[in-house]
């Protein structure tokens, strides 16, 4: 099944596998295609609002250069930072008329373009979404406060002791993957980005090639023909990677890396190997790590290292996907003089569950916790 197929689904297929109700089965998502490429839609009209969102699969901060890390960030921000004939000021004013919310994003492996409009205004959501996509401006005034941004936040990285944690995990794990960098780049690759850089990353990545389109709410096949076909039309066919974005090995080695920084307070980034989306075991892996660290207040690490020590406020984990691996990644802080007493907690925790499996009755809590949790999502 296509990624972004299971992205969409996601939600509503995990519900339908734990629990089955009436609201669920009436919820159908359909297939089509918008100028050759592949669309779902799950039309409801309940209310009259619309929720698009168009994924370019491998153009997200993992495709950039070696000696250009940060590009992908940089444009995906630029993208509604002014189009056309409008700057970015003008741009934002015609968004704002309309109430439309249109955002760009750059993850690790692809740009994702979001739509939030109502049904009335989704034409004119559309035409903005199309200026941007395909005839973003680039100013070099809107150039210089993205650069300015991103250093500032680079620069915020290397003082947090979260994020100084979460790069020697990734540099740890991944080794020299792309997946170990940060999306931000660095400081000297963002000054280097110029408008060329730009240029070249839109007719390389934007494409109709690596574009995907998903859909929900007050429309159907018939719109997204209609409305989103001119928008494909305008973006170049064909999808130019500058490379393939390699496999990674992840081993699991179990290594513990301590890095001094001045404060009262230590970060802990933990995790490892974890199971792809297509793997038959990977909802027991789902299930498993909701157990473990999934954000419950009943998870066993924070029973564990919380509850019975002390030794956090807040302690949790969250699978990790991508197209080069898969993994899970947990988090929390802790005073100085305990941090190595919680990281034992956390190993004791960990092997137990390795050791042990789940009891009868904690799978079915955890069933339960899932299941709840999905329905409330679907009031968000």
Known sequence: ????????????????????????AMVEVEDTSVKGVTAWYAEDATL?????????????????PDVLPGRAVMAA????????????????????????RLEAQADRDDLVVS?????????????????????????????ATAKAEQISALRAEKESPASIAAKAWREGLYGRHPYARSGLGTEESVARIGAQDRDAYRARYITQANMRIAAAG????????????????????????????????????????????????SVVVFGGPGVARGDKRYYGYYLMNEALGGGSLSSRLMRDVRVKHGLAYYIGTALVHGDAAD??????????????????????????????????????????????????????
């Open 48 to 64: 009259p609002i619309v929720h698009v969102v168009l994924t370019f699969e491998g153009a997200g901060s993992a495709s950039d």
């Open 327 to 380: 993994g899970f990644q947990g988090q929390f802080a802790t005073r100085n003089d305990t941090v190595e007493q919680a990281i034992e907690a956390l190993k004791a925790s960990a092997a137990e569950l390795a050791a042990t499996g789940l009891s009868q009755r904690e799978c079915e809590d955890v069933r339960r916790e899932v299941k709840q949790g999905f329905m409330l999502q679907l009031d968000a």
């Open 1 to 24: 099944m296509n990624r972004l197929r299971s992205m969409l689904l996601r939600g509503a297929l995990t519900g339908c596998l734990l629990v089955a109700t009436p609201a669920l």
């Open 218 to 265: 007050d429309i159907d096949g018939g719109d997204l023909r209609a409305l989103f076909g001119p928008l494909v039309a305008a973006l170049p066919q064909e999808f130019f990677p500058e490379r393939d974005l390699p496999g990674v090995t992840l081993d699991g080695k179990g290594t513990v890396t301590r890095i001094a920084h001045p404060g009262p307070q």
């Open 77 to 100: 921000n630029l993208l509604t930072e002014g189009a056309g004939e409008m700057n970015a000021l003008a741009f934002h004013k015609a968004l704002e008329s309309k109430a439309i």
């Open 115 to 143: 739509i939030h409009t109502l049904k009335a205004e989704l034409p004119e959501a559309v035409r903005l979404t199309m200026l941007a996509l395909a005839d973003p401006r680039f100013d070099a005034d809107a150039l």
